[in-house]
């Protein structure tokens, strides 16, 4: 696996590897927000096309969706094009686990910032996807409620802006939920595995925001462990493990262990 992965579907950024530098190995996943550590893996591990890093409120006001892309892509270069997962069988009578080996590049897709669709009265109706500042606005202000959200999301009404007092019709609530999904199905993926113990097909509701972020925790914690074990044994800094290749590091790591075997 290169150090760096370039998603030719996705031309707004290309991935490097995570936990290949000191400040990678800062990033604290267990004492803050999913949303603040994927900002932070974004922020260290996403460039533009032509190299620039991206600016951390930029980042913010990417749609839900385009920041899962970009953790995609850093998980992908970080850990490979597999991730394993976890599932019980909903069968009551069977209730097995179920191993999943999720396929990363299956997930790759360009969701647009603007789509449209039709209510069930015949407006046609233009909306964005949610971006984090939205969802944050949404529980602070909107206190959850789904309309709040559904009409800060709204842009157009038969190709005009509403006023800021026009009230979404609660008819529309769930055709722009389903739209919402249709445009993006990864934000609330579930997808149908066959149960290997019964062989019902169990549906298996996938969080690949989670499940990206557990890998990547995973392989900072990894390296922090390799990290220490040298350290001990060589003397060197953390700066100077961290910028080895993984290979050596694997190397150095076998030699310690066969010393004290």
């Not at 109706?125 to 709040?148: F, I, K, N, S």
């Amino acid at each position: 696996m290169s150090a760096r992965h370039v998603s030719a579907a996705l031309p707004g950024f290309r991935a490097r590897a995570f936990a290949r530098g000191s400040e990678d190995l800062d990033i604290e996943f267990d004492a803050q927000s999913a949303t603040v550590a994927a900002s932070e893996l974004l922020l260290l591990c996403l460039r533009a096309p032509d190299g620039s890093a991206f600016e951390a409120e930029a980042l913010r006001h990417w749609s839900v969706a385009e920041r899962l892309q970009g953790l995609l892509a850093i998980a992908r270069a970080s850990v490979g094009e597999v991730l394993p997962a976890l599932a019980r069988c909903l069968d009551r009578e069977c209730a097995g686990q179920i191993e999943l080996e999720l396929g990363l590049r299956q997930f790759e897709r360009v969701a647009p910032a603007e789509f449209a669709w039709s209510a069930p009265d015949g407006h046609t109706v233009r909306c964005r996807l949610p971006t984090p500042v939205d969802l944050q606005a949404w529980w602070r202000e909107g206190d959850g409620e789904e309309g709040w959200l559904a009409r800060r999301l709204l842009l157009q009404v038969d190709g005009r802006v509403p006023a800021p007092e026009w009230p979404l019709p609660d008819a529309w609530l769930a055709p722009m939920s389903q739209a919402l999904q249709d445009v993006d199905p990864l934000t609330a993926l579930t997808l149908e595995v066959p149960c290997p113990f019964c062989g019902r097909a169990t549906p298996v509701a996938i969080d690949l925001e989670t499940l990206l972020l557990d890998a990547l925790r995973r392989r900072q914690h990894a390296v922090l462990e390799e990290v220490h074990r040298l350290a001990r044994a060589y003397h060197w800094s953390e700066a100077q493990i961290v910028a080895m290749p993984a290979w050596r590091r694997r190397r150095y790591l076998a030699r310690v262990q066969a010393e004290f075997a």
